[in-house]
């Protein structure tokens, strides 16, 4: 069991890194291609790496980041990476419905951090959102969760106004909204204005999809099940000590792989993920973080047929495996 590392002193720290860092001359090697730049949103993993927890378990972990010329997913198709970040079950959908057999194994966001911001005051529930003259939307918020926010509140198309990633629209008009990442375009706004903006995050509005899944292959999970095992309990333990315990060595991590990201756009993150419930939430309070059920993603899946976002003679079902979460694992490193 790995002990959190705010319970151990220095020297000892010190040892158990040296151990698992002699011992990781021995495990496997393996890669795991996130989804975008290094940021918080990944520290779990990073965590997992920098306190030797993958190690411990015979795994040899390498993050790969990704990034706007970075296909990490197309590289787990090709055999180049052994996991992968997902980013929602939409992208699971899609790759059911192509024939690629990709799996999502665990659930690391319970929530899509996916938000919609609006000037303060101006709106009170997600449904007031309606009442602004325009919302920001880009191309692939437009033919995803728009069309269920179209279908469950009665949101227009004359509404959307293009999304170009630039918040200068959004603040130069206080009856807009925007979307936005939840520590993302609210942190990046009042850094601009001064002012903070109000927050809805769909998720809470009633878009259920779990987010920043680990994916592997198919033929991985059978063919080497007890290294996913490895890579899923490490992971877990890592998200749990990433929120919770001693940090600082995966955020070391985090910064130098993405040097223009901030000590304050790192705590910025983290207090959101924990205030909002993105990792640690709902089924994950008794069966651990990377919790997913069969119920739960049919409910999304049958919310995005309602709103005519996938067809419903996808096999969604094989889309996951919950054989490798909901064991509690990791939840006594939690204070």
Known sequence: MLIPARALGATAISATLALATAASAENVAVTFGTNWLAQAEHGGFYQAVADGTYAACGLDVTIQPGGPQVNNRALMIAGKVDYHMGGNLLEAFSAAQEGIPIVAVAASFQKEPQVIIAHPGKATTFEDLKKLDKILIGDQGYASFYQWMKAAYGFTDEQREVYTFNPAPFIANENW????????EPFMVAKETGWEPDVFLIADAGYSTYS???????????????QVTCFVDGSIKGWYNYLY???????????KDNPDITDEAIAYAIDKMKSAGIVDSGDTETMGIGAMSEEHVKDFFDKMVSAGVVAADIDWKSTINTSFVNKGVGMDLKP
Do not use: F, R, V
């Open 177 to 184: 909204g925007m979307q936005g990442y939840l520590s993302s």
């Open 212 to 226: 920043t899944l680990i994916e592997t292959m198919a033929d991985t999970i059978a063919t080497k099940p007890e």
């Open 245 to 255: 315990n001693d940090n600082s060595a995966a955020n070391a991590m985090i910064k």
